[in-house]
């Protein structure tokens, strides 16, 4: 009975415990959100169209204005290895975007360019790919991965 008794105080000190901490926890600010910085000056307002950002979290990727085209076409459609079919758009610069895991040249879309994973540097979603020559770097950023956002909205 007594060791019951103690046991059972020793819970009730450990319900408690915890409560405090869970207190705490709550208690602490919000880490605050990533701002997007945009640097000032660096072009003109109109030379940077749209944003293009991230559809899963909204987060800067790039800008409409950094859209070029490969092979004469901005976009293009591939099917990779496993028989799944991508539209890709092809972006200059993607500043938002995070390269990861090896550079490879298999199944290559673009012959001559290496190709790595590029994932949202914000949400990690799987973004596209940066193809990378020794002259020349681009992204292919899935279509439907990638949404435009109005400068005021
Ligand atoms: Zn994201």
Redesign the pocket.
Same mark, same amino acid.
């Given at each position: 009975m007594h060791s019951f008794e103690t046991a059972r105080m020793a819970a009730s000190k450990l319900i408690s415990n915890r409560r405090r901490e869970l207190h705490w926890l709550k208690a602490r600010p919000a880490a605050p959100a990533q701002a997007v910085e945009r640097t000032p000056g660096e072009s003109p307002v109109e030379d940077l169209g749209k944003i293009v950002a +991230?559809?899963? +979290? %909204? =987060?800067y990727v790039t800008t409409s204005a950094a859209r070029i085209a490969m092979d004469g076409r901005h976009e293009h459609r591939f099917v990779n290895p496993h028989g799944l079919l991508f539209r890709i758009g092809c972006f200059s610069a993607a500043a938002g975007c995070l390269p990861v895991g090896e550079i490879s040249t298999f199944w290559s879309w673009f012959p001559g360019f290496a190709w790595q994973v590029d994932l &949202? @540097? =914000? &949400? @990690? %979603?799987h973004?596209g790919w940066l193809f990378s020559n020794p002259s020349n770097t681009f992204h292919g950023l899935i279509i439907e991965k990638i949404i435009e956002l109005d400068e005021d909205g």
């Open positions: +991230c559809a899963r +979290c %909204e =987060s &949202c @540097g =914000s &949400c @990690g %979603e973004l």
